[in-house]
C-alpha cells in the first residue's frame, strides 16, 4: 500500500509540475543593463458598460488613473479595461520592443495609437491584433512590434476585454527576450504532448494487459489536461484549425469539469476504495455524479457565472480527494 501511495502522489506530483510549467511562459530574467534602456508607465480605466470609445477617452483623458504596469486590478466579469502605455526611450540608440499581453483568450485586443493629421489635429489608428487569421503566433501571444527612436516616448492606448482568465499581464520586452519566450514556451509545450502521448500509450498498453479501469480513467486525465492546457496557454492554435481551437476555447470550462471527474475517479480506483464499496466509495460517487450534472447544467450560463459555479465545487473536489488519501494512509 505505502508504493502505491508513493505512486500516486508521483503521479500528481509530475502532473501539477507539468501544469504549471506548461500553463505559464518561461520568465525571461533582464540584467540591470536591459532594464535601464526604457521605462514603462501606465494608466487605466475600467469601463464597466462597455460603451466608451477611443475620442471619449482621449477627450476625458482624466479618467485614466497612473498605476504600476502589473497591477491593474482586473476583474472577473464582462467589461472593458482602456490601458495607457507610455515608454521611454533611454538610450541614443533605437530599440526595437515587443508589447506583449501574456493572455491567449482574449475577447478583445485592440492597440490605439496617435497620428497627427494635416491641421495638426491628433487622431488614433487602431489595429485589431486578435483579427488576423494568417499570423497564429498573434492568437497564442497578442503583441505589438515596433521601434522606438531614441530618447523619444512613445504612447498607445490598448482596449482589452476578456472573459477567460481575469489576469492580463503586459509588458515590454526587446524583440529578442520575446523571441526567447516563445522559444522555451514551445519547447516546453513539445515536451508536454510528448510527456502525454507516451503516458497515454503506457497507460492504454497496461490496461489491455490488466484489464484494470483505473489506467482508462488516467488516460481520461491525462486527455482532458491536454485540451485544458491546449486552451489556456492558445497552444492549441499550432496543432489544430482555427474552429476546432474555438470550439475547444468555448468549451473549455466544460472540460475543467471533467478533468476534475477524472481526477475523482482515478483517485477513488486506485486506492481500492470501489472493492470496499463503503461510504467514501459511494459519497465519490454521487459527487461524481454532481460534477455531471452541474457541467451540462453550466452550458444554459454565460462565462462568468460558469466560472463562479466551477470554482465554488472544485474545493469541495479537492478536500475530499485529499480525504481519501490521508484515510487510506491511516489504514
Known amino acids: 500500500m505505502i508504493q502505491s501511495l508513493a505512486i500516486v502522489a508521483i503521479i500528481l506530483l509530475i502532473t501539477f509540475i507539468i501544469l504549471n510549467v506548461t500553463s505559464r511562459l518561461i520568465s525571461i530574467d533582464q540584467s540591470p543593463k536591459r532594464a535601464q534602456q526604457h521605462s514603462v508607465q501606465a494608466s487605466y480605466f475600467i469601463d464597466t458598460s462597455n460603451q466608451m470609445t477611443i475620442d471619449e477617452i482621449h477627450e476625458q483623458n482624466e479618467l485614466l488613473k497612473p498605476i504600476d504596469i502589473n497591477k491593474i486590478p482586473y476583474d472577473l466579469a464582462i467589461q472593458t479595461y482602456w490601458i495607457k502605455i507610455s515608454t521611454k526611450n533611454l538610450t541614443n540608440k533605437t530599440l526595437p520592443l515587443i508589447l506583449y499581453a501574456d493572455n491567449s483568450l482574449l475577447d478583445i485586443f485592440e492597440v490605439y495609437q496617435k497620428n497627427n493629421t494635416i491641421s495638426g489635429i491628433q487622431k488614433y489608428s487602431s489595429s485589431d491584433l486578435l483579427d488576423n487569421a494568417g499570423n497564429r503566433l498573434l492568437k497564442i501571444y497578442p503583441h505589438l512590434a515596433f521601434d522606438l527612436p531614441a530618447n523619444q516616448t512613445k504612447d498607445v492606448i490598448l482596449k482589452i476585454q476578456t472573459q477567460g482568465p481575469p489576469n492580463v499581464p503586459?509588458?515590454?520586452?526587446?524583440?529578442?527576450?520575446?523571441?526567447?519566450?516563445?522559444?522555451?514556451?514551445?519547447?516546453?509545450?513539445?515536451?508536454?504532448?510528448?510527456?502525454?502521448?507516451?503516458?497515454?500509450?503506457?497507460?492504454?498498453?497496461?490496461?489491455?494487459?490488466?484489464?484494470?479501469?483505473?489506467?482508462?480513467?488516467?488516460?481520461?486525465?491525462?486527455?482532458?489536461?491536454?485540451?485544458?492546457?491546449?486552451?489556456?496557454?492558445?497552444?492549441?492554435?499550432?496543432?489544430?484549425?482555427?474552429?476546432?481551437?474555438?470550439?475547444i476555447n468555448k468549451y473549455l470550462l466544460f472540460i475543467d469539469y471533467y478533468l476534475v471527474v477524472f481526477l475523482l475517479l482515478f483517485t477513488l480506483y486506485f486506492l481500492r476504495y470501489n472493492q470496499q464499496k463503503n461510504k467514501t466509495y459511494k459519497f465519490g460517487l454521487y459527487l461524481t455524479s454532481a460534477m455531471v450534472i452541474c457541467s451540462i447544467f453550466s452550458l444554459s450560463l454565460d462565462t462568468i457565472a460558469q466560472t463562479k459555479l466551477f470554482f465554488s465545487i472544485q474545493p469541495i473536489v479537492y478536500l475530499f480527494a485529499l480525504f481519501m488519501i490521508f484515510r487510506r494512509i491511516n489504514r
Open 170 to 247: 503586459l509588458m515590454v520586452i526587446s524583440d529578442a527576450d520575446f523571441s526567447k519566450r516563445v522559444l522555451y514556451a514551445q519547447f516546453f509545450y513539445g515536451a508536454f504532448i510528448g510527456l502525454i502521448i507516451l503516458m497515454a500509450m503506457y497507460n492504454l498498453v497496461l490496461y489491455f494487459a490488466i484489464k484494470d479501469s483505473v489506467y482508462l480513467l488516467y488516460i481520461g486525465y491525462l486527455l482532458s489536461a491536454f485540451f485544458v492546457l491546449s486552451s489556456l496557454t492558445g497552444f492549441g492554435h499550432l496543432l489544430f484549425s482555427t474552429e476546432v481551437q474555438a470550439f
